[in-house]
């Protein structure tokens, strides 16, 4: 998420696998927020899509890891009282 808080503007993302398609999804699982434009609004509407669903499951996974993070805390501490 070294992007976070930045906003990454991509034009041409037509039909298939295009450079513009392919940054967008580099630049969201990086963490920013896309901007599409293309001149065909439902192919640039379909990538927004498409973006969307992979940044939710990214922060889905984000929020599980950070919870696991504090119950290594917990168990850490746990430990620790238990040694002494």
Do not use: F, P
Not at 15 to 23: L, Q
């Amino acid at each position: 998420m070294r992007l976070r808080d930045r906003v990454a503007i991509v034009t041409e993302c037509g039909e298939g696998e295009t450079y513009g398609v392919v940054w967008a999804r580099a630049l969201a699982r990086e963490g920013a927020a896309v901007v599409l434009g293309d001149r065909d609004g439902a192919r640039a509407t379909a990538v927004a899509a498409e973006l969307t669903a992979v940044t939710r499951e990214l922060d889905r996974n984000a929020t599980e890891l950070q919870g696991l993070r504090e119950r290594l805390q917990e168990l850490r501490r746990a430990a620790a009282e238990a040694r002494s």
